[in-house]
Nanobody, 123 residues
Framework: QVQLVESGGGLVQAGGSLRLSCAASGRTFSSYAMGWFRQAPGKEREFVAAIGRDGGNTYFADSLQGRFTISRDNAKNTVYLQMNSMKPEDTAVYYC??????WGPGLYEYNYWGQGTQVTVSS
């Protein structure tokens, strides 16, 4: 089992940047593929980005248009989401998640979830 705690959310102006962190504890972090998801008010949770176990593979939602990057530091048991050129439509609660098999965007294939961190982008 792994426990996930997100941090780094907050209020940012449109065009600005934020970096989210997700710290993991419990079983070996490097055995999990990781993902970031977000949920805006009144909307379903949606995929943002995923990263493989060694960080060599990444995948992003098409809608992000290259503005976000995902990375991980297995020595620190942490995964990051760097968000640049932010837009008001990026406003959401952002969740990190871990999956023990495979990797990629499938929300229901993730076994463990953090509590989320609020990101608000003002126009």
């Amino acid at each position: 089992q792994v426990q996930l705690v997100e941090s780094g959310g907050g209020l940012v102006q449109a065009g600005g940047s934020l970096r989210l962190s997700c710290a993991a504890s419990g079983r070996t972090f490097s055995s999990y593929a990781m993902g970031w998801f977000r949920q805006a008010p009144g909307k379903e949770r949606e995929f943002v980005a995923a990263i493989g176990r060694d960080g060599g593979n990444t995948y992003f939602a098409d809608s992000l248009q290259g503005r976000f990057t995902i990375s991980r530091d297995n020595a620190k048991n942490t995964v990051y989401l760097q968000m640049n050129s932010m837009k008001p439509e990026d406003t959401a609660v952002y969740y990190c998640a871990a999956r023990s098999t495979g990797w990629g965007p499938g929300l229901y294939e993730y076994n463990y979830w953090g509590q989320g961190t609020q990101v608000t982008v003002s126009s």
